[in-house]
């Protein structure tokens, strides 16, 4: 979104708060954001009214006279041209009304001065995930941890879901009450006319506490206070505030502030009576309130907007990070700050964005991070997950893993399998390598030339905020790699986004890249059928050509399937090997591996042609998920004239489609010119790498990859990837 859009930057009057600008927020909020409750007009102005912090501008973007974004900076730049969100601690989201697919490129330009950075603060992804800004270099950093509670179905089935550890303090806590205390009772208030006394009477219970002493509480006459009491009454003049409150007699032992608007409600403000501490008031207060909110707001969301730690997220069924999101005027200026960082330069400026440490984000995330060597090592419910991802892809389970750590990667520092749970449960597991790479030593997929297709294995409903402890952890164990490279991929698969936008949290800077074309066969028709629709020179071949060998002495076609022949296939496939045109392998287990394995588990199919009792032409295929995969191709140049290796291409395809039943034959890596007469469809497999930009080799990288991408669009255009050819 780039054309004819035009930048204003206003300096706004506090007092007036939006002023004009109140209708075009707020339409631009029901548009963008689904009326979110603190980006609404009302919860604006009061934050510019109550809390001046030095003054905001008004920055918005027009496209003729429709206003197409609109956010609050503060009134002057930090530092040299560096500019910020305007965010008051009492706003726990920057209020930035901001399209993902906006060009924000004019804002810079705009703002007074030369500005060289903006800083969009507490940038919340679920409303317009602002590290997909289009056309700018940008850097990310999580800020904290925030929640959700879903308002499906019912409360019993949510709470049947909760940890039970969670469900076992609640009645501990529900039976002391009840003992030491007597009945309570539980106050929701929402009429505008007493909204107003139940804010004062928050504003009493919150002094009472630890934050009266340090003088940060809600009063009823300082800012906070005036704020939060403008915000519930004009919220609760629309029927959108609410006040829980839970009573022991008439002593108020635990209090919450909320705002309801567009199917969400958004927690405010909590506090209890610390006299009560014992009897976990605002532990019992939150459970009888989301039992209210069911009811209350059915198939609706409650956000939190907090820094979540391990016992608040057990009462959560969703989270994710806020994010601060930097963008820049150059890509330098981006490099330049990241080697600012490595120096004392950089410690006033770390003060405002901490470094995450791996172990303390996974436990303020609730999550685990484990590292394992080898498969065997794993835990079982890690290898099941592992299993699922089997089902979908041979190369994604923990037999071919373990395979290529055994013969490939042999040392123990160059395999490594990171298990990530979050409250007992398995939620991914990420098999890793470390091998020699473009900037030195990179760390990446336990990938090499063996594999076809490399994915993570994931569970179904993961979001890339998730999946950071384990990047984290990651960065944290291979502590100064440049690189991070995973590949080949399916570039449609989800783990593809997941995994890209996963190492983009953890402060990488990844790029996408081309890997091999990949033919593959969509199969639908028998093999007669399907033969009619080759080449009729196709055809000949086989037909002349399988006469010739059964005329030969011995000439035979034959399918190895089973464990018990696997040895005398090994045997064989290495004979025709030695004899074709193919380099020795660098790996000598790996091939003999990888038989032996598809033997044991039932996927083989090693298809041989024999003259006598010379084996001149071979093929391992993998059938396994209803794909049959073509791996490993060779034949005796000496008998090149026979066509071997056509004759059990077709031996093997009869079968895979006759008997195996696939849905799909698979031509693996490359666009050889013979795969397009054996196959009917294109499709590409990329690679994602990612760099570094805190060391000097990722620095590096990043500017090759620059300068890469620049010669790319210098270059005349080839046209279109092929896609779907004809057969």
């Not at 994604?396 to 520092?413: H, I, N, P, S």
């Not at 993998?622 to 077709?650: C, M, Q, S």
């Not at 799909?664 to 294109?682: A, C, P, Q």
Request: charged share 25%.
């Amino acid at each position: 979104m780039r054309s004819n859009l035009h930048w204003q930057v206003d300096l706004l009057d506090a007092q007036q708060g939006l002023g004009v600008h109140r209708q075009s927020w707020d339409r631009l909020n029901h548009r963008l954001m689904g009326r979110h409750p603190m980006l609404d007009g009302i919860f604006v102005d009061a934050l510019l009214r109550h809390f001046d912090a030095g003054g905001a501008r008004l920055a918005f973007a027009r496209q003729g006279d429709a206003p197409m974004a609109m956010l609050l900076l503060t009134a002057q730049p930090r530092g040299l041209g560096v500019w910020s969100s305007y965010l008051p601690s009492q706003s726990q989201i920057g209020p930035s009304l901001l399209p993902t697919e906006l060009d924000v490129g004019g804002l810079l330009a705009a703002l007074p001065g030369y500005a060289s950075e903006l800083d969009l603060l507490c940038n919340d992804p679920r409303f317009g995930d602002l590290r997909e800004l289009p056309r700018v270099p940008l850097q990310s950093l999580p800020h904290a941890l925030t929640m959700n509670v879903s308002l499906k179905g019912s409360f019993d089935d949510y709470w049947a879901q909760r940890p039970r550890k969670l469900i076992q303090n609640m009645r501990r806590y529900l039976r002391r009450l009840q003992s030491e205390a007597g009945a309570a009772r539980l106050d929701v208030v929402s009429d505008s006319a007493a909204i107003a006394a139940a804010v004062d009477r928050y504003a009493v219970l919150e002094s009472s506490g630890w934050k009266g002493r340090e003088g940060t509480a809600v009063g009823n006459g300082n800012p906070q206070g005036r704020f939060y009491a403008e915000v519930m009454r004009a919220f609760a003049a629309r029927g959108e505030a609410l006040v829980y409150e839970l009573w022991l007699g008439e002593q108020l032992v635990a209090s919450r502030m909320l705002l309801a608007r567009g199917g969400m409600v958004v927690m405010l403000k909590t506090a209890f009576d610390e006299q009560f501490e014992r009897l976990a008031p605002g532990r019992i207060l939150l459970q009888l309130t989301l039992e209210d909110l069911f009811k209350r707001l059915p198939g609706g969301v409650v956000e939190f907007y907090t820094n979540a730690d391990a016992d608040l997220l057990a009462w959560s069924t969703s989270q994710r990070w806020i994010n601060h999101v930097s963008v820049y005027r150059h890509p330098g200026v981006a490099a330049v700050y990241g080697l600012l960082r490595r120096g004392r330069g950089w410690r006033a400026r770390a003060q405002q964005r901490p470094r995450v440490d791996a172990s303390v984000m996974a436990q303020r995330s609730g999550a685990v991070v484990e590292r394992f060597s080898h498969p065997r090592e794993m835990p079982n419910d890690a290898l099941a997950l592992l299993g699922q991802r089997e089902q979908a892809y041979v190369e994604f389970g923990a037999d071919w893993f373990g395979l290529l750590a055994d013969t490939v990667f042999r040392d123990a520092a160059q395999a490594a399998f990171y298990v990530l749970r979050r409250q007992g449960r398995v939620l991914a597991v990420l098999p890793i390598g470390i091998q020699p790479g473009d900037t030195g030593v990179e760390v990446g997929a336990l990938a090499n030339y063996y594999t076809t297709l490399y994915a993570p294995a994931l569970a179904d409903d993961l979001a890339p905020e998730d999946l950071l402890p384990l990047m984290l952890a990651l960065r944290q164990g291979q502590r100064g790699a440049p690189a991070y490279r995973f590949w080949p991929m399916d570039p449609k698969a989800r783990e593809f986004a997941l995994l890209r936008d996963a190492l983009r949290l953890a402060g990488l800077r990844p790029h996408e890249y081309f890997a091999f074309g990949n033919w593959y066969l969509q199969v639908d028709s028998d093999w007669a059928s399907y033969l009619k629709n080759r080449s009729g020179q196709l055809r000949s071949t086989i037909k002349r050509m399988t006469k010739r060998l059964a005329a030969e002495d011995g000439g035979r076609l034959e399918i190895i399937r089973d464990e018990a022949d696997a040895e005398r296939g090994i045997a064989a496939y290495e004979a025709v090997y030695g004899a074709s045109w193919k380099v020795p392998e660098p790996y000598v287990d790996f091939i003999p591996g990888l038989i032996r394995l598809c033997a044991r588990r039932g996927w083989l199919r090693l298809g041989l042609a024999w003259i006598g009792d010379k084996p001149i032409a071979a093929q391992l295929w993998i059938v396994n998920a209803g794909r049959a995969h073509i791996y490993k191709v060779a034949y005796d140049e000496a008998f090149k004239a026979i066509a071997p290796g056509t004759l059990v291409t077709a031996l093997l395809l009869e079968e895979a489609i006759e008997r195996d039943k696939v849905a799909e034959v698979d031509y693996l890596i490359g666009d050889d010119v013979y795969k397009k007469t054996w196959m009917s469809h294109r499709r590409e497999r990329f690679g994602l790498v990612a760099y570094d930009p805190l060391t000097l080799r990722g620095l590096l990288g990043l500017a090759r990859q620059a300068i890469g991408a620049a010669w790319r669009r210098l270059r005349p255009n080839p046209g279109p990837p092929i896609d779907n050819p004809p057969a």
